[in-house]
């Protein structure tokens, strides 16, 4: 049978964590301040921003949200992130994708101060996983890992396979996972065959942000699933909000997240313990 991963159960223990940290930063004079930024507005983003700011008022951060028009060009975009990160109160900055289709989001990844950089989206802080001391890491990669790590799984020598290869997510995953010494393939648009990669992954991340890619028969009985992916669909007349994976009822999973429900809770959770290593990380740099 298969069981379910809860991602809002295991978001509370996060933030139960992160809340004693910001308290203790606070009552060193150094609280924790989220600022998050939206160019135009997407759906996605609203939902994002909105768990964004429930999880800051129960965790005690202070959070910022910072609208900017659609229009607005790439210079004055990265002139404001700069304005905003100069804030000395601001200890963590994030800007909300997608972007409009006229900016460049590694060209703003770039352009953040990789010390504020809550997402982990800077190339510092990407270049930081190919070592043994990662700095803020991607949240949504890390949120994948706790999900995982949560099912008490041991993950050395463990066939793990990872669908998307993108630099939030895929990328970052396959390396946390390389770390813990899984065996990590990683497939993509160009992957032959992916349903052989599937069947025989033991851990399993789908991060293609394509409903249904991943079938139930093709899992392996008693393989970990952690899927990424939140499309929005119509289904009987309704909009609705699936993952990459159609588990179906074969319960061929020993573990699966459900979307929504499962990673997404995680990642706003991680964010804020970002924000708060942030905090911390800039008392100690003076």
């Known amino acids: 049978m298969t069981r379910i991963i809860d991602g809002k159960a295991l978001a509370l223990r996060i933030e139960a964590e992160v809340a004693r940290e910001a308290a203790a930063l606070d ?24 768990h964004q700011a429930r999880a800051a008022e129960r965790t005690g951060i202070a959070y910022r949200r910072i609208e900017l028009p659609a229009e607005i060009s790439e210079r004055q975009l990265l002139r404001e992130l700069e304005r905003i990160a100069q804030d000395p109160q601001v200890t963590g900055l994030l800007l909300q994708t997608p972007l409009p289709p006229h900016l460049s989001a590694r060209a703003v990844r770039r352009a953040l101060d990789p010390l504020k950089d ?41 066939e ?36 052989e990669h599937v069947r025989r992954a033991e851990i399993l991340v789908v991060a293609a942000g394509q409903p249904g890619l991943v ?67 800039q008392v100690q740099a003076g």
């Open 160 to 195: 793990a396979v990872v669908v998307g290869h993108s630099e939030t997510v895929g990328k970052p995953i396959a390396l946390l996972l390389m770390e813990r010494l899984a065996t990590v393939s990683v497939c993509h648009h160009a992957t032959v065959n992916l349903q």
């Open 118 to 158: 809550v997402e982990g989206v800077h190339p510092a802080n990407l270049g930081w996983l190919l070592s043994d001391r990662p700095g803020l890491v991607p949240c949504t990669a890390a949120a994948a890992l706790e999900c995982i790590l949560s099912t008490g799984v041991d993950l050395r020598g463990k």
């Open 215 to 281: 079938r139930g028969a093709d899992l392996r009985e008693g393989a970990i699933v952690v899927d990424v992916g939140i499309n929005e669909i119509e289904r009987d007349g309704k909009r609705v909000v699936v993952g990459d994976v159609d588990a179906g009822t074969e319960n061929r999973a020993a573990w699966i997240t459900p979307v929504p429900g499962g990673v997404g809770p995680v990642t706003v959770a991680l964010l804020l313990r970002n924000t708060v290593r942030a905090a911390a990380r």
């Open 27 to 50: 009552s060193m004079g150094a609280a924790p301040v989220l600022a998050s930024v939206q160019a135009g507005r997407t759906p996605a983003a609203e939902i994002y921003m909105r």
